[in-house]
């Protein structure tokens, strides 16, 4: 079982959270002039890093926010947590 | 000789209380030991020497240690619920009325025809299972080899007992409670770290409790007792004997299980949560392999050293000691200042260290140096062995009924792999010890293959506060008692070479492997250690190999011509001992398995006689069932008198999500395939939502409340799981919109009142909202009041009937069902429940998540292909829409379905082959995924997935129900009021 700091609430219990997979995938600005394997790389593609890398975490079973955590997939160790960016905007879909 | 008569127990000595007599049976006959005796103890005390029948072989087995380590002696305790099989005999305490039993031996343990596997042993080698049963198959013989190679009886009644779990923090948790753990446990305890000291056996000291050391000038007891006595006094000091740590895994958690001195409780499962950990475990000393060397009678020789110092027991009278290092010495030395004869001592080593030559010179006892066991007889107890040079010139034999053997020590290192740690092969120890250490973890003493006592406190005293420092803490100094007197400590162990012989030399005990079983593997091409555990099984008893895995590495490295470091270590994985099902399990038993969800008017529908089933954790009515009355009639009775007069259904499960903000709409746009920016406030529209990959994950109505204010509702068991998706949309990819997500999922209960006199119930229980059809139409909403209550009124109808579902606050639910079932009296009012809503929908073909679709289903498959298409803006999975397998026509897609014989029902589940006259096997076209008989169609209807569906209307498809063929036709989804006229009404 991981323990992990959750930037609002403090360490805790890996079972208190979600992990959300790889935090650097970026969906195609306009999904419709994407192509089959642009839109295929999006939705099944990871870089599955071996070592350091950056990763989403909600705390599910706390404050349900959403986290970025950086993470060796070897150790396990955590590196840092930190909070989402703050933005302005819509976005996009 | 000074045995107290008829028994291996010494007139004087021993760490027992021979004040209190204790009785205990085993095999069904009565024998008395003594308070401080385990059952190992107590039954070689009473002379009983053989405990067990081998696991294979069903050879006569005793007592091989005096530890958690023991491969034998596997024994049943207690009876009725609180049985419990393959209990290690030198870790049972002895109590009172304690009830034994040995578990492979049929029909006795003395006469046990399984024996004829051990006459017949070149019949069965290892893997012999694999090649020989295989005709006619396997399984048929499965039973017969379960039963002859079973190790105890797994219970069938209930556990009785109470179990506990706990959860716990400390700043360091130190595993093993010998010398090295109490001195780290001192000097992190007067640091004020917080500080859990495990161990498992009954008492502190390890051992200082069974060697003989004397420590400033007393027996070393009353140091482990003084140290005791101060962390006792220590509040922030955690002292757990009893306790066998289980496992370690990520980040430090370690988990823990404690057994009970009294009662309450039986066992005690912990997780800890240490900043550091601090392995203090010791070693566990290695047999030999020699020809048929597992008989009862060997013994390891620190085991008869601990039997002797601890419980006074001595299990022979005449002993030889057999072994490859220095320690061994010792228990010819104890034995003597026993009064116990030594006869000799059996070398394999030429060169001997000569202050040991000297010390048996001086008690007169043979040492046969360059030499070992050639072979053992005896078979229900050691009597002779023969003893060769190490060139094989034969030495002659000797009568001994017990032989201490001792092949050197081998950290306990368990706990350090489950961390991850690595090992390196040490050759003066010819053992692994700990290499590179994991994070915030260390290994002091003989766990790190730190040899003399003396060495094990200096090391774990720099460890130790080499952590306190880590931790912020200054240590301050200890002063360790002088050690006035010690056991022979020596690291040096010699390796000895072993070779193929005509006698078996079993290399695990437990497990009933012998070096034969090593050579077939080698010969047959399972080299590397991993693929060599598996084809002969060593290491995979329940003792995980303790005292057999290096056996294994030694006979795979003399086969393959490689060093043993050079032949690999397996995998040590938890848990280190067996734990208990029933620990880890403890509260989440019987009712508290899951948590189950009542409805806020449970109470009603229980008075109602509602038969309850768990839909997506929620307990909820199939039906309510009449007195005399099944609950198929149930449903039907329910679904005809909603088309007829007027039904109530508790929808309160359903999920209500609030969405919020001046970006609400365009946050929901984003999810549905449907338009939610042209939705007027007061108005409803059906929806659904897919994932990513274009699939149908929910559907509901939203309901525009406000401008700004949307109310969304789930499926049922889709509050949680759609709320939260919407949060990671709106947290990580949208983090600008100014959205709030409520999931009010529970604040309301949702009563559906529905039929044709549904809008004069509603009328009769007093609101001020305008029903009329022309100001509340169907698809739209009102607030207001109902009953007094607040209240959210949605005409939306799953039934197809005018349906009013009315929202009010979850604390009014069982007093608002109450008032709608006494207004609606006069007018027929049935409660009715899923089952019966699964009914009427099906009449209108409305689609039921879960049921009709599955994880491959897109919107085109279920007939909401041109609007997902269609919409402008784009939205989760629209891109995925376009794919080419979601493109493809001959998908799966959902329709109405007719037996071509009405009086021929459809099943849920049956197949469906393109075509009337299809042979079988062949691949499936679809299948039913609905079905019922509609009581106000009066005959059976269903829904199911077609390959290319959509345009088959009217053809005839073959179905295929496991044994049964018949016919269906292709039709409509909806087959009841096929212009909604009645729930526009």
Redesign the interface.
């Known amino acids: 079982?991981?323990?992990i700091n959750c930037p609002w609430c403090g360490t805790r219990?890996q079972n208190e959270f979600?992990n959300?997979g790889e935090a650097t995938v970026l969906?195609?600005a306009?999904?419709?002039s994407?192509s089959?394997d642009e839109?295929?790389d999006?939705?099944f593609y990871r870089n599955n890093v071996k070592g350091v890398h950056q990763e989403?975490w909600?705390h599910?079973f706390g404050c349900?926010?959403?986290f970025i955590a950086t993470r060796d997939t070897v150790?396990?160790?955590f590196v840092d947590t930190h909070p989402?960016?703050?933005?302005?905007?819509?976005?996009?879909? | 000789m000074s045995f107290v008569a008829n028994s291996y127990r010494l007139q004087n000595g021993g760490q027992i209380d021979r004040q209190k007599p204790l009785n205990f049976s085993f095999n069904g006959d009565v024998y008395s030991g003594f308070e401080g005796d385990t059952l190992a103890s107590a039954l070689l005390a009473n002379r009983v020497t053989m405990l067990s029948r081998s696991f294979k072989y069903h050879r006569p087995r005793g007592i091989f240690s005096a530890g958690e380590e023991e491969p034998n002696a596997l024994l049943e305790i207690g009876q009725g619920a609180r049985r419990e099989p393959s209990c290690r005999a030198p870790m049972v305490p002895l109590r009172e009325g304690l009830v034994a039993r040995s578990q492979n031996g049929w029909p006795s343990l003395g006469f046990d025809v399984g024996r004829s596997i051990d006459y017949s042993h070149a019949l069965w080698p290892a893997g012999f299972y694999n090649k020989t049963f295989k005709w006619p198959s396997w399984h048929s013989w499965e039973e017969i080899v379960r039963r002859m190679a079973g190790l105890g009886r797994p219970l069938t009644e209930a556990d009785p007992d109470h179990y506990e779990q706990v959860n716990a923090h400390c700043d360091l948790l130190i595993v093993g409670g010998g010398p090295t753990g109490l001195a780290a446990a001192l000097v992190a305890g007067r640091a004020g770290l917080r500080v859990m000291l495990v161990d498992q056996n009954e008492s502190f000291g390890g051992v200082l409790n069974w060697e003989p050391y004397q420590l400033d000038g007393a027996d070393a007891g009353q140091w482990v007792q003084s140290v005791a006595d101060e962390l006792a006094s220590l509040a922030h000091v955690t002292l757990l004997p009893r306790t066998t740590v289980a496992g370690s895994?990520?980040?430090?958690?370690t988990t823990l299980l404690q057994r009970s001195s009294g009662s309450g409780w039986r066992e005690c499962y912990w997780?800890v949560?240490p900043r550091q950990v601090l392995l203090a475990a010791g070693a566990i000393e290695q047999g030999m392999i020699f020809p048929e060397n597992d008989r009862p009678g060997i013994m390891l020789a620190g085991a008869v050293r601990d039997y002797l110092h601890r419980y006074a027991v001595v299990p022979g009278e005449k002993v030889v000691i057999a072994a490859n290092n220095d320690t061994a010495y010792q228990t010819a030395l104890d034995l003597h200042q026993a009064g116990i004869t030594v006869s000799a001592v059996v070398d394999g080593r030429v060169q001997i260290d000569a202050e040991r030559k000297q010390q048996l010179q001086a008690l007169g006892i043979e040492l046969l140096a360059g030499a070992r066991i050639a072979g053992t007889r005896g078979d229900k107890a050691l009597r002779e062995i023969q003893i060769e040079q190490m060139d094989g010139i034969q030495l002659g034999r000797k009568s001994c009924d017990l032989l201490a053997v001792s092949g050197g020590w081998s950290p306990r290192v368990h706990l350090f792999s489950h961390a991850?740690g690595s090992l390196k092969f040490d050759v003066n120890s010819q053992s692994f010890h700990p290499d590179r250490l994991p994070?915030d973890f260390s290994v002091v003493g003989s766990a790190n293959g730190t040899v003399g006592l003396a060495e094990c406190w200096s090391e774990t005293v720099r460890a130790t506060e080499a952590i306190c420092a880590s931790l912020g803490r200054k240590a301050a100094d200890l002063k360790l008692p002088v050690i006035d007197q010690a056991p022979v400590e020596s690291a040096q162990v010699s390796h000895l070479a072993v070779n193929s012989r005509k006698k078996r030399q079993w290399i695990d005990l437990a497990h009933d492997v012998t070096f034969g079983d090593a050579e077939l593997a080698v010969r047959e091409g399972y080299v590397s250690v991993e693929h060599f555990k598996r084809y002969t099984t060593t290491g995979m008893s329940v003792d995980q190999g303790k005292t057999g895995n290096l056996n294994a590495f030694i006979a795979l490295g003399a086969l393959t011509g490689r060093e043993t470091g050079s032949v690999g270590t397996t995998t040590f994985r938890p848990p280190y001992m067996p734990v208990t099902l029933s620990a880890i399990a403890a509260p989440y038993n019987g009712k508290f398995f899951a948590p189950r969800r009542l409805l806020p008017a449970h109470t009603v529908h229980q008075q109602l006689n509602g038969a309850f089933d768990d839909f997506a954790g929620w307990q909820r009515p199939e039906c309510y069932p009449r007195v005399g009355e099944t609950e198929q009639q149930a449903i039907q009775r329910e679904a005809l008198a909603v088309r007829h007069g007027v039904g109530v259904f508790d929808n309160s499960p359903i999920g209500k999500i609030e969405v919020r903000g001046p970006?609400a709409a365009?946050f929901l746009n984003?999810f549905y395939i449907n338009n939610v920016l042209t939705l007027k406030t007061g108005k409803v529209r059906y929806g659904l939502m897919l994932n990513?990959?274009g699939i149908i994950i929910d559907d509901g109505v939203f309901v525009r409340l406000a401008e700004n204010h949307f109310l969304v509702h789930t499926t049922s068991g889709g509050a949680a799981r759609i709320t939260?998706m919407m949060?990671?949309w709106l947290?990580?990819?949208?983090?600008?919109?100014q959205v709030l997500l409520d999931d009010t999922t529970t604040q309301w209960a949702n009563f559906t009142v529905a039929g044709p006199a549904a809008r004069e119930l509603l009328t009769r229980l007093g609101t001020d909202i305008d029903i009329s059809a022309d100001t509340l139409p169907h698809m739209s909403a009102a607030c207001g009041q109902v009953m007094g209550l607040d209240a959210r009124v949605v005409r939306v109808s799953f039934s197809g009937e005018l349906s009013f579902e009315i929202n009010i606050p979850a604390r009014h639910a069982a007093a608002f069902l109450q008032a709608v079932l006494l207004q609606g009296e006069d007018l027929g009012i049935t409660p009715y429940g899923i089952e019966s809503l699964m009914v009427l929908r099906l009449e209108k073909g409305y689609l039921h998540l879960g049921s009709d679709t599955d994880g491959t289903s897109t919107p085109d498959d279920v007939g909401w292909g041109v609007v997902a298409r269609e919409k402008a803006?784009?939205?989760?999975g629209?891109?995925?829409l376009?794919?080419?397998a979601n493109l493809d026509e001959n998908r799966q897609q959902l329709v109405g379905l007719a037996p071509a014989d009405a009086s021929q029902p459809l099943e849920p589940g049956a197949h469906l082959l393109l075509g009337e006259n299809r042979q079988v096997p062949a691949r499936t076209d679809g299948w039913v995924t609905s079905a019922c008989y509609s009581p106000n169609l009066k005959r059976p209807i269903a829904l199911g997935v077609l390959a290319g569906g959509s345009r088959r209307m009217g053809e005839i498809v073959t179905v295929i129900d496991e044994q049964k063929r018949y016919h269906a036709r292709v039709v409509e989804m909806v087959q009841f009021d096929k212009g909604n006229e009645r729930l526009k009404s």
């Open positions: 079982m991981l323990r219990d979600r959300g969906r195609p306009d999904p419709q994407a089959d839109w295929a999006y939705l989403r909600l599910s349900r926010q959403w150790t396990h160790e989402l960016p703050v933005a302005t905007g819509l976005g996009k879909v | 895994y990520d980040h430090n958690v997780t949560r991850r994070k970006h365009e984003r990513e990959n939260e949060e990671e947290q990580c990819e949208w983090p600008g919109m803006t784009d939205y989760i629209k891109r995925s376009f794919r080419p």
